[in-house]
């Protein structure tokens, strides 16, 4: 400061020659370079404006003495809150609802013989959609037929020994060991007959061939096979039924803004596939997982769907109304960027500062909201806040 108030007290030509800068320089030293011409022009007297009286240093704080030229620049004045509505626009993709649509995984690998629905199909729970030819199904059904000999002859030795054993003839020994092979027998049957259950087939109904059909009631809304391919991937979709009377719109949230939402909030939601046209819903479940590659939360909202004009994949944009709430908001002007801080200078006395570090929110205009490090009543240097030391 002593040198630069030194070359500004200089004659024109020494502070032109010495003092020259590039444009680019920074523009605090501009404007102290201004302030100090200012006390030379009053003679440079003390108390008139010299650098030792411009700003004085005291631990942390900053004060500016009485005859500062800061005085008549720094402009003041008290924090207070705003009740803010803010509107939150953020991506979204229509989704058929969970409960209401099923991928159809035929249980064993075979070879398609007939299509029973086809793509745009509508179709009940229940309903037939597609048969299937399959080795291991051929196997399942002999193994109940197997059961149910075995367990035939098992029931005949059985009776058979027990009435010997009633007329003094049989062994206790022959009538336990037949008594055990009908349990055996029986048992056999029974895992036979749940595990064709397990696949949908009618235990009193072999028919050779394994009928898949569907979940729930709904349209086809995708079929990947045909007549005479074979499917042995259990993990491949052969169809998808849903029911689109009613969707999902699904939308990503930052991660910064999941607390200004909550499970009943409205929302607004256009496509543009309707150019022009707005639906309207709420929020029916906040995700509890966030995405760790987009730092974003899954919102759904259910939407009623006539006519299914929205269909599944569809882009939209949802904008949610937050309700209103008090923030701490500062002028622009009031931050001071320095490395990774931000800060602002709180008056403690008059005319005394402190520095202070503060959490920045959303910028609203020329304000920004102070999410943290403020309170309302403070004072704080709104203007030339950035030629504080």
Known sequence: MKQLRKLACRSPRHRFMEFAVPRARNATIVFLTGLLLAGCRRGGAPGSGTPEELVQIQGDRSVVPAGSPLRDRLNVREVSTESLRRQLVVPSTVEALPDASARI???LSGRVVRLDARFGDTVEKGSPLLELESPDLSTAEADLEKSRATLLLARRNFERQKDLLEHGVGSQRDFDQSQSDLETATSEQQRATTRLQQLGVDASK?????VVRSPVSGRVIAVNTAPGQYQNDPTADVMIVADLSRVW????VQEKDIRRLKVGDEATITFPAYPGETFHSKIDRLGDL???DTRTIKIHL????PGARLKPGMFGTVAFQSDSSPEVVVPATALVVRGDETLVF???SPWTFERRTV???EQIGDRVVITRGLKPGSRIVTLNAVVMP
């Open 290 to 292: 966030l995405d760790p």
């Open 302 to 305: 259910s939407l009623d769907n």
């Open 249 to 252: 719109v699904t939308a990503s």
């Open 346 to 348: 709180v008056e403690t």
């Open 206 to 210: 072999l028919s050779g061939t394994l």
């Open 105 to 107: 995984h035929p249980p």
């Open 359 to 361: 959490e920045t929110g």
